[in-house]
C-alpha cells in the first residue's frame, strides 16, 4: 500500500509540473494573440509563478512580465489612434510588467548549475525599460489628477527606481534636471498622502540639488512642522531665510515661530527684517502692535505701529481694528480697576473709560464695515454699545445670534 500510494504521489506531482510548463506555453502563446482573455491568462500566470517547479525560472517572470507590457501597450498605442485607452487597466499593467521584469532580472543573476550567468532575458527587459520609463511619469500624473496620492508617489518612485537598476549603472536614461522634477512630484504626492518621512527623504536630497529651492524648502519646512519636529523645522527655516532673503514665507514662519515659543525679541528682530525687506505689508506692522500691546505691554508703541499699517494701506481693517483694540482694552482694563473704587470714585473713571469706549466706536464700526463677516468684530462692537447703552447693541446681538 505505501509503494501504491507513493507512487500516486509522484505522479501527482509529475502532473502538476507538466501543468506549470503547459501555463507557461499558454502565456507564451497569448503574447501573440490579438486580443488575448486577459483574466484566462492572469490565472495562468499566478499559478505559474506561485507553483515551486517554475517560480524560480526567469523565463517564467519575463514571460508574465512581457504579457503585462503587451495589455499596456495596446492600451497606450490607442492613444495614437485617437482612441480612448482604459488607463486604469493599462497602468496597473505598466506597474506589473515592472515586477515581473525586476524578478525575472534578479533570478538570471543565479548562476546555473555550471557556474554561468546568462543575461538572455536580463537584456530584453532593459530594452523594454528604457522606453517604458517616461510612461511611468504619465501614471503618476494620471493617479496625482484623481487623487490617488500614494499610487502617484509608486508611479513616480518606479520611475527614479529604474534609473538605479543595476543593468543601467553606466548610463544615463535621462537629465538630472528630469529627475529632481520627478522627485519632487514624487515628494509631493508622498505629503498629500501623509507619508510624511518619505517625503522628507525625497526633499532632504533635493536640498543638495539647488533644484526649486524655494518650493523644496517650504515643503520640508511644512513636513517638519507636520512631523512635530522643532529642531528641523527651525533649522529648516533659518536655511530658507538664508538663501531666500526676500521671500515672505520664511521670514513669517520664523516670526510665527518665535511668537509662539514665546521668544518676542527674536520675533521682533525678523519682523523688523521683514518691515526692511517689504517695507509695504501693512500685516508686519500690525504684528508688530499686537505684540508691542499684548507682550510687551507699551501701549503707545503699539499705536505708532497699527497707525504705521494704516498709511501703508488705509483700508486694512486688522490694522484698523488693532487701533479699536487697543482703544476698547484701555477701558476695559480701567473698569476692572473702577470697580475696587468708591462709588462716588467710581463714577468720575466710568466717564474716563466711556471715553476710551468711544474713541474705540468708529474703529471698530470701521473694520465691521470693511469686513462684516468677521465675528471678532461683531462681538468687539456688541460689547461697547452695551457699555455705552447704544441701541445698536441690538442689531450686534441679532449678528451674533445669526439672525
Same mark, same amino acid.
Given at each position: 500500500?505505501?509503494?501504491?500510494?507513493?507512487?500516486?504521489?509522484?505522479? *501527482?506531482?509529475?502532473?502538476?509540473?507538466?501543468?506549470?510548463?503547459?501555463?507557461?506555453?499558454?502565456?507564451?502563446?497569448?503574447?501573440?494573440?490579438?486580443? %488575448?482573455? &486577459?483574466?484566462?491568462?492572469?490565472?495562468?500566470?499566478?499559478?505559474?509563478?506561485?507553483?515551486?517547479?517554475?517560480?524560480?525560472?526567469?523565463?517564467?517572470?519575463?514571460?508574465?512580465?512581457?504579457?503585462?507590457?503587451?495589455?499596456?501597450? !495596446?492600451?497606450?498605442?490607442?492613444?495614437?489612434?485617437?482612441? !480612448?485607452?482604459?488607463?486604469?487597466?493599462?497602468?496597473?499593467?505598466?506597474?506589473?510588467? &515592472?515586477?515581473?521584469?525586476?524578478?525575472?532580472?534578479?533570478?538570471?543573476?543565479?548562476?546555473?548549475?555550471?557556474?554561468?550567468?546568462?543575461?538572455?532575458?536580463?537584456?530584453?527587459?532593459?530594452?523594454?525599460?528604457?522606453?517604458?520609463?517616461?510612461?511611468?511619469?504619465?501614471?503618476?500624473?494620471?493617479?496625482?489628477?484623481?487623487?490617488?496620492? #500614494?499610487?502617484?508617489?509608486?508611479?513616480?518612485?518606479?520611475?527614479?527606481?529604474?534609473?538605479?537598476?543595476?543593468?543601467?549603472?553606466?548610463?544615463?536614461?535621462?537629465?538630472?534636471?528630469?529627475?529632481?522634477?520627478?522627485?519632487?512630484?514624487?515628494? *509631493?504626492?508622498?505629503?498629500?498622502?501623509?507619508?510624511?518621512?518619505?517625503?522628507?527623504?525625497?526633499?532632504?536630497?533635493?536640498?543638495?540639488?539647488? &533644484?526649486?529651492?524655494?518650493?523644496?524648502?517650504?515643503?520640508?519646512?511644512?513636513?517638519?512642522?507636520?512631523?512635530?519636529?522643532?529642531?528641523?523645522?527651525?533649522?529648516?527655516?533659518?536655511? #530658507?531665510?538664508?538663501?531666500? %532673503?526676500?521671500?515672505?514665507?520664511? *521670514?513669517?514662519?520664523?516670526?510665527?515661530?518665535?511668537?509662539?515659543? #514665546?521668544?518676542?525679541?527674536?520675533?521682533?528682530?525678523?519682523?523688523?527684517?521683514?518691515?526692511?525687506?517689504?517695507?509695504?505689508?501693512?500685516? &508686519?506692522?500690525?504684528?508688530?502692535?499686537?505684540?508691542?500691546?499684548?507682550?510687551?505691554?507699551?501701549?503707545?508703541?503699539?499705536?505708532?505701529?497699527?497707525?504705521?499699517?494704516?498709511?501703508?494701506?488705509?483700508?486694512?481693517?486688522?490694522?484698523?481694528?488693532?487701533?479699536?483694540?487697543?482703544?476698547?482694552?484701555?477701558?476695559?482694563?480701567?473698569?476692572?480697576?473702577?470697580?475696587?473704587?468708591?462709588?462716588?470714585?467710581?463714577?468720575?473713571?466710568?466717564?474716563?473709560?466711556?471715553?476710551?469706549?468711544?474713541?474705540?466706536? %468708529?474703529?471698530?464700526?470701521?473694520?465691521?464695515?470693511?469686513? %462684516?463677516?468677521?465675528?471678532?468684530?461683531?462681538?468687539?462692537?456688541?460689547?461697547?454699545?452695551?457699555?455705552?447703552?447704544?441701541?445698536?447693541?441690538?442689531?450686534?446681538?441679532?449678528?451674533?445670534?445669526?439672525?
Amino acid at each position: 500500500m505505501k509503494k501504491i500510494f507513493l507512487s500516486a504521489i509522484l505522479c *501527482l506531482a509529475m502532473g502538476t509540473a507538466f501543468a506549470q510548463k503547459d501555463n507557461l506555453k499558454e502565456v507564451k502563446k497569448a503574447l501573440d494573440a490579438v486580443t %488575448p482573455d &486577459y483574466e484566462a491568462v492572469q490565472s495562468k500566470i499566478s499559478s505559474m509563478l506561485t507553483n515551486p517547479e517554475t517560480a524560480n525560472d526567469p523565463e517564467a517572470w519575463f514571460v508574465a512580465g512581457s504579457f503585462e507590457d503587451k495589455i499596456f501597450s !495596446t492600451e497606450n498605442n490607442k492613444t495614437l489612434l485617437q482612441q !480612448t485607452p482604459d488607463e486604469p487597466l493599462m497602468y496597473k499593467a505598466l506597474f506589473k510588467s &515592472y515586477d515581473y521584469f525586476v524578478k525575472a532580472i534578479e533570478l538570471e543573476k543565479i548562476p546555473n548549475e555550471k557556474g554561468k550567468v546568462n543575461n538572455k532575458y536580463t537584456k530584453q527587459i532593459k530594452a523594454i525599460l528604457k522606453i517604458n520609463q517616461p510612461y511611468f511619469v504619465n501614471a503618476g500624473a494620471y493617479y496625482y489628477d484623481n487623487g490617488d496620492y #500614494g499610487t502617484a508617489y509608486e508611479a513616480f518612485k518606479l520611475f527614479l527606481d529604474i534609473q538605479n537598476l543595476d543593468i543601467f549603472k553606466s548610463e544615463a536614461l535621462m537629465a538630472d534636471s528630469v529627475y529632481n522634477q520627478i522627485k519632487l512630484y514624487a515628494a *509631493l504626492s508622498s505629503s498629500y498622502n501623509e507619508d510624511i518621512p518619505a517625503a522628507v527623504v525625497l526633499l532632504e536630497d533635493l536640498k543638495t540639488k539647488d &533644484y526649486e529651492t524655494e518650493q523644496v524648502y517650504t515643503a520640508l519646512a511644512q513636513n517638519y512642522q507636520i512631523m512635530g519636529d522643532s529642531v528641523k523645522y527651525a533649522a529648516t527655516l533659518k536655511e #530658507g531665510v538664508s538663501k531666500l %532673503p526676500d521671500s515672505r514665507f520664511f *521670514l513669517e514662519s520664523m516670526i510665527n515661530m518665535y511668537i509662539n515659543s #514665546g521668544q518676542i525679541d527674536e520675533a521682533m528682530k525678523y519682523l523688523d527684517d521683514a518691515i526692511a525687506k517689504n517695507p509695504t505689508v501693512p500685516e &508686519y506692522w500690525r504684528v508688530k502692535g499686537d505684540l508691542y500691546e499684548t507682550e510687551i505691554k507699551d501701549v503707545d508703541k503699539a499705536l505708532e505701529a497699527f497707525e504705521q499699517s494704516l498709511n501703508i494701506d488705509p483700508t486694512y481693517a486688522r490694522g484698523i481694528a488693532g487701533i479699536g483694540r487697543l482703544y476698547y482694552n484701555q477701558g476695559f482694563n480701567l473698569q476692572q480697576k473702577a470697580n475696587e473704587l468708591s462709588f462716588k470714585e467710581a463714577q468720575v473713571v466710568q466717564e474716563e473709560v466711556n471715553e476710551y469706549y468711544k474713541k474705540a466706536l %468708529p474703529y471698530l464700526e470701521k473694520a465691521h464695515q470693511l469686513d %462684516p463677516d468677521d465675528r471678532q468684530y461683531i462681538m468687539a462692537l456688541y460689547a461697547v454699545y452695551y457699555a455705552l447703552k447704544m441701541p445698536e447693541v441690538e442689531e450686534m446681538e441679532k449678528l451674533l445670534n445669526g439672525e
